[in-house]
T-cell receptor, first 113, second 117 residues
């Protein structure tokens, strides 16, 4: 069965530190990949997505992710985090129509001033 | 800009009781979904509705039923609640683009926290 693994459940950083959150998936075919973010007390919202083309995708708020097909990975990065990036981050994949997303377990990021 | 609205936001039930979670979206989206979120397990799809009049099981449908009442509304029913159904439930919707790739963007409600004692 298809699955998504997020390696870090909790990450604590200081402001201005660089961020990389790992995401690996298991599926041998074509996938669409996503990162969603849930800020404290708010809805989940889309951060960025990859369908095809340039494997380096840029999202909102300075986030980017790189799709590496050979490693089945889609890691999320940000060069310099801010306190306002404190949130839970979810990697997800879709195999096709109807947006049936399969989510990873999530990574809680805490950024200290 | 209501987006996706879920009710109730909080509910406590006793084992065996029934209840319905309501969800409505005002974005004219075709597809709607119910997920549950549990610590360390991410979001798991319970049921989804690709379009008005259709519903399908997701990963964890046991113990739940759904109704796609119309294009706007998609309800989730627990007929006989069990402690294992204690969770946070999220409703989501998404548009389908005719003739093109799906956007992959789900629009989520604020969640409904359910506790079953």
């Amino acid at each position: 069965a298809q699955s998504v693994s997020q390696h870090n459940h909790h990450v604590i950083l200081s402001e201005a530190a660089s961020l990389e959150l790992g995401c690996n998936y298991s599926y041998g075919g074509t996938v669409n990949l996503f990162w969603y973010v849930q800020y404290p007390g708010q809805h989940l919202q889309l951060l960025l997505k990859y369908f095809s083309g340039d494997p380096l995708v840029k999202g909102i708020k300075g986030f980017e992710a790189e799709f590496i097909k050979s490693k089945f990975s889609f890691n999320l990065r940000k060069p310099s985090v801010q306190w306002s990036d404190t949130a839970e981050y979810f990697c997800a994949l879709s195999l096709g129509g109807y947006n049936k997303l399969i989510f990873g377990a999530g990574t809680r990021l805490a950024v200290h001033p | 800009n209501a987006g996706v609205t879920q009710t109730p936001k909080f509910q406590v039930l006793k084992t065996g009781q029934s209840m319905t979670l309501q969800c409505a979206q005002d974005m004219n989206h075709n597809s709607m979904y119910w997920y549950r979120q549990d610590p360390g397990m991410g979001l798991r799809l319970i049921y989804y509705s690709a379009s008005e009049g259709t519903t399908d099981k997701g990963e964890v449908p046991n113990g739940y039923n759904v109704s796609r009442l119309n294009k706007r509304e998609f309800s989730l029913r627990l007929e006989s609640a069990a402690p294992s159904q204690t969770s946070v439930y999220f409703c989501a919707s998404s548009p389908r683009i005719q003739g093109g790739p799906n956007t992959g963007e789900l629009f989520f409600g604020e969640g409904s926290r359910l506790t079953v004692l």
